[in-house]
C-alpha cells in the first residue's frame, strides 16, 4: 500500500519501519534539541506532538480497531489539539515543569478511552519531576523519562510484555538513560531513546495481550501491533524532533 | 523538592524555630498522605473505567469472563480466580471462566467446575486460603466470582474494593452475554430451518415489502434475495400476471389486516424463467416487537407437480368415460343386432364392419394410453439413426396408399435437405399423427408438408385448412387430454392425446413443438417441429 508522502517523509518511513521494510534515510536528523531545553523549546515539542497525531491518526485508529474500540487516533487528536489551544493561552514565562503538568491535566481530562489517563500520567509524572527547573539538562530529562515510563506502569498495571504503551516507553526511557550515564549528549541519548522505543513498539506485534480491551481478544490478539505502543512512539518521536 | 516560604527562622527563639520545624515536617508529611490517598484513588478510579470499558466490549460469556478474571487478578494481586453461573432452569452453578493458578489447600473445583447449588460453591471456597467470595448477583441467575492469593500470600484490598463497587456492573454483563449468546443460537437454529426448508419462505413488512426471502425462494423465483429486498411482495411474486390472485386479493395484506392465519390457499406466482408456477400457501401474521407495525409470513409449496397429475387424472377420467363409452356402445349395439335380429348378409356384413371400426378406434385410444405412461417416463429412450425427411415422408406416403388417402397430401420440400439424425419410427409416428389429425378436421382440403433448415435443425410444418386452434388454447392443447373448445364442439371424436404425445417425441429428440398461424393468412392451422440435423462430429456418444 502506498502511503501519501509528507513533507519530511514521515509518514512512509514510520509505517515502514514498524512493517520492518524500511531503509534508513541518508539525511541526519533536524538540530532541534541542544543540550538543555528551556520552556520554549518545550512548548515547540508539545506542538509538534498535535502536527504527528493529526498526521497518523487514520493509521492508530485502524490498528484500535483490531485490538480495541478503534478511537485511538481520533482521541489523541482531540486531546493534543485540546492541550495546544491550552498552551497558546498560558503565559510565555511559565516554567518547563509547569507546562507539562498542565499538559497531563489537560490529556485526563480531554481524551476518551484509556489512553488520556495514561498519557497523562505520564506527562504529570514528567512534570512533577522537572519541578521548578527553568531549563532541562540530559540528567533531568533522563529522570522525567523514568518517572513517566515508572507512572505509567502503575496506573495502569501493566510490564513490558503486556502489549501496551509501556513497551514503548520503558525501553526508551532506559536507553536514554543508559546513554546520558555515559556521558552522551541529550541528542545522542534522543536518538537511542527512539531506537530503542521503535523496537519496542515492534516487539508488540506477535505479543498476546495482557490489559486494556484487547484482553478479551485472548490468543487472537497475536500478530497486531499495539496501538498505543505505536502512539508512543509517535509522540517519543515528536518530542525529540525526530 | 517542596517548596517552603524561605522566611528567616527568628534566631533569638531557639524552641520557636524547632515547633516551627517540627510543623514543617507535620505538613509535609501531611501532604505526602494527601498525595498518596489521591494517587491511589486515581489508580483505583482508572481501574474502573478499565474494567467497565472492557464489560461493555461484548464478547462470549467465556471471552468475556477470561477477560474480567484477567483484570481482577492484577488489580487484587490474586493468583487465581474462577467464575460461577447459575444454569437455566437450574440451581446448579457451572464454571464459566476461570484465570491464574488453581488454588492451593482446597483442592481444584469439582468435576467440569459444576456445584450443586450455592452453597456448594461457597463452602469450597471458603476452605481455600485467604480466598475471597463475591456474589455478583444473588439470583436469577445467581454469579459467584471465587478469588484467592497465592500460597504465601495476600489479596489487595484496594483492588477487591474495585471488584465490590463494579460487581453488579459485572453480574449485568455476564448475564446479558449469556443472554446474547441464546440469542445468536436461536436465531442461527431458526435461521437453519428457514434456509434449508424447500417450501419458499417470504417475509413481508407493514407495507408488503419484502423483508426476507429464503434460499429455496431464490431457486423457485430465479431472483437473488438482494434484488427483492425493499419491492413489494406482488413485484416479486408475480401473483397477478402468473394468474394467482389480484394484487388487491393478496393474502399476505389479508392476514396481516385481518390477524388471521391462512391455513392453505392456492395460488400462482411467476416462477424463474417466467413460467407459471402453481403454489400451495399458508400464510400468517409476523409477530412484531415493541411499536413497529406487524408483517406477514407466506410459507408456500411447489404443487405444479401434483396439480399436472390431478389434470391428467381428470382428464384421463373424462376422455375414457367418453371415448371409451361411445365405441362400446356401438359395438354393443351392433352386436346385440347381430345376435337377436334377422338380417341379411349385406347388413350383416355392414354391421361387422362397424363393430370393426369401432374397435379399431378403441385399440387406437388403448395405445395412445399406453403410450403416454411410457412418455411420461423420463428419459425416453430413442434408437437414432441417420436418414432424410423426403425418405420419412416417403414411409408416410406409403401408409397413407394402403389405407387408400393419399389423395390429400402436398409434399413442398426444398430439393436438398441435409441428413437427420432421429428415431426413424418415433418421427414417423409424429408425422403420421400431424397429418392425421390435419385430415380428421379438414377431410377434403389438401394437408402441406413443408421444411427449412434452421441450423443445427430442421424446421418442419404441417399446414392444413381446417378450422383451426384458437389462440389462447394453442399451450393447452399440447398437454394430455386437452382438446380446444371448438374441437369440442365439433363433435370429432378425439381423446386430446395426439398432439401431447407429438411434443413429448420431438422434445425427446431436443425440438421444439408449436402452433402457429398459417403463413397465408388462410384459415387453419401449421404445426411446426423441429429435428436435429446429423452432425457427423457429434453423433458418437450420443443417445
Redesign the interface.
Known amino acids: 500500500m502506498k502511503r501519501r508522502q509528507g513533507g519530511d517523509g514521515a509518514p512512509s518511513s514510520v509505517a515502514a519501519r514498524l512493517r520492518g521494510t524500511y531503509t534508513r534515510p541518508t539525511v541526519s536528523a533536524p538540530a532541534t534539541v541542544t543540550d538543555v531545553l528551556d520552556a520554549a523549546a518545550v512548548r515547540a515539542a508539545l506542538g509538534r506532538c498535535r502536527v504527528v497525531v493529526e498526521r497518523h491518526a487514520a493509521w492508530l485508529t485502524r490498528l484500535d480497531a483490531v485490538l480495541g474500540d478503534g478511537d485511538h487516533g481520533d482521541n489523541l487528536v482531540i486531546g493534543f489539539r485540546a492541550v495546544d489551544d491550552m498552551l497558546r493561552a498560558m503565559p510565555d514565562e511559565t516554567l518547563p515543569g509547569d507546562l507539562l503538568r498542565a499538559v497531563g491535566h489537560r490529556l485526563v481530562a480531554a481524551v476518551g478511552g484509556a489512553s488520556g489517563p495514561l498519557y497523562g500520567t505520564a506527562f504529570l509524572e514528567a512534570g512533577a519531576r522537572a519541578d521548578d527547573a527553568v531549563t532541562l539538562d540530559g540528567a533531568t530529562m533522563a529522570s522525567m523519562l523514568t518517572a513517566a515510563a515508572d507512572g505509567l506502569a502503575r496506573r495502569g498495571r501493566s510490564a513490558v510484555g503486556d502489549k501496551t504503551i509501556l513497551d514503548t516507553l520503558a525501553p526508551a526511557a532506559l536507553a536514554f538513560s543508559e546513554a546520558i550515564a555515559a556521558g552522551a549528549s541529550p541528542q545522542t541519548a534522543i536518538g537511542r531513546a527512539i531506537r530503542a522505543g521503535a523496537r519496542g513498539a515492534r516487539s508488540t506485534r506477535p505479543m498476546v495481550a495482557r490489559r486494556g480491551l484487547a484482553l478479551r481478544l485472548g490468543e487472537r490478539s497475536a500478530g497486531h501491533l499495539d496501538p498505543g505502543a505505536v502512539s508512543c512512539l509517535l509522540l517519543l518521536r515528536a518530542l525529540g524532533g525526530r | ?1 517542596d ?1 517552603i516560604p524561605a522566611t528567616p527562622p527568628p534566631a533569638d527563639r531557639p524552641e520557636a524555630v524547632d515547633q516551627l520545624r517540627q510543623r514543617i515536617r507535620w505538613l509535609e508529611e501531611e501532604r505526602r498522605q494527601a498525595f498518596e490517598e489521591a494517587q491511589r484513588e ?2 483505583a478510579l ?2 474502573q ?2 474494567l467497565s ?2 464489560l461493555a ?1 461484548g ?1 462470549s460469556v467465556g ?2 469472563g ?2 474480567v478474571l ?2 481482577l487478578l ?2 487484587a494481586r490474586a493468583a487465581g480466580a474462577a467464575l460461577y453461573l447459575q444454569r437455566e432452569g437450574d440451581t446448579d452453578l457451572v464454571r464459566i471462566a476461570e484465570a491464574g493458578n488453581p488454588p492451593s489447600g482446597a483442592g481444584p473445583d469439582p468435576a467440569a467446575g459444576r456445584f450443586d447449588g450455592i452453597e456448594a460453591a461457597r463452602s469450597w471456597i471458603a476452605g481455600i486460603p485467604g480466598g475471597r467470595v463475591i456474589a455478583l448477583s444473588e439470583s436469577d441467575p445467581t454469579t459467584l466470582l471465587a478469588i484467592w492469593p497465592a500460597a504465601d500470600g495476600e489479596l489487595d484490598d484496594d483492588g477487591l474494593r474495585v471488584a465490590l463497587l463494579a460487581r453488579h456492573e459485572l453480574g449485568v454483563a455476564l448475564t446479558g452475554a449469556r443472554l446474547r449468546e441464546a440469542l445468536v443460537q436461536e436465531r442461527h437454529e431458526l435461521g437453519a430451518i428457514v434456509d434449508g426448508a424447500t417450501d419458499l419462505i417470504l417475509q413481508v413488512d407493514a407495507d408488503d415489502r419484502v423483508v426476507r426471502l429464503n434460499p429455496a425462494g431464490e431457486r423457485q423465483l430465479g431472483v437473488a434475495v438482494a434484488e427483492t429486498m425493499g419491492r413489494t411482495c406482488g413485484d416479486v411474486l408475480g401473483c397477478e400476471a402468473a394468474g394467482g390472485h389480484r394484487v388487491t386479493d393478496c393474502p399476505l395484506a389479508e392476514v396481516r389486516i385481518s390477524g388471521v392465519p391462512i391455513a392453505y390457499r392456492e395460488t400462482a406466482v411467476r416462477g424463474a424463467g417466467g413460467s407459471t408456477v402453481r403454489m400451495a400457501g399458508s400464510y400468517a401474521v409476523t409477530p412484531s416487537a415493541g411499536a413497529a407495525a406487524a408483517g406477514a409470513t407466506a410459507i408456500l409449496r411447489d404443487i405444479s407437480a401434483a396439480k399436472a397429475l390431478e389434470d391428467l387424472r381428470e382428464g384421463f377420467v373424462a376422455t375414457v368415460s367418453h371415448e371409451l363409452r361411445t365405441p362400446l356402445a356401438l359395438i354393443r349395439g351392433y352386436a346385440e343386432s347381430l345376435l337377436y335380429l334377422d338380417l341379411d348378409p349385406g347388413q350383416q356384413r355392414q354391421y361387422v364392419e362397424r363393430i370393426d371400426d369401432a374397435t379399431g378406434r378403441l385399440a387406437a385410444l388403448v395405445d395412445q394410453i399406453l403410450d403416454i405412461t411410457h412418455l411420461q417416463a423420463d428419459p425416453l429412450i430413442l434408437e437414432r439413426t441417420v436418414t432424410t425427411l423426403p425418405s420419412l415422408v416417403a414411409r408416410l406416403q406409403g401408409e397413407l396408399d394402403a389405407a387408400g388417402s393419399n389423395d390429400q397430401l402436398v409434399v413442398d420440400l426444398p430439393v436438398e435437405l441435409p441428413d437427420l439424425y432421429v428415431d426413424v419410427g418415433r418421427v414417423g409416428q409424429v408425422l403420421s399423427n400431424l397429418v392425421g389429425n390435419a385430415r380428421k378436421y379438414a377431410p377434403d382440403a389438401p394437408v402441406v408438408i413443408g421444411a427449412s433448415i434452421d441450423r443445427p435443425w430442421l424446421a418442419i410444418s404441417v399446414d392444413d385448412e381446417g378450422i383451426g386452434i384458437p389462440e389462447a388454447e394453442r399451450g393447452l392443447v399440447l398437454e394430455p387430454f386437452h382438446r380446444a373448445w371448438n374441437v369440442r364442439e365439433s363433435r370429432i371424436p378425439g381423446t386430446g392425446l395426439g398432439l401431447f404425445i407429438c411434443r413429448r417425441l420431438v422434445e425427446a429428440h431436443g425440438g421444439r413443438l408449436e402452433i402457429l398461424d398459417r403463413p397465408d393468412g388462410r384459415p387453419g392451422t401449421r404445426v411446426r417441429f423441429t429435428l436435429p440435423l446429423a452432425d457427423r462430429s457429434k453423433m458418437d456418444g450420443d443417445d
Open positions: 523538592m517548596r486515581a489508580d482508572f481501574a473505567y478499565q470499558q472492557l466490549s464478547g471471552e468475556l477470561t477477560a484477567l483484570e492484577r488489580l
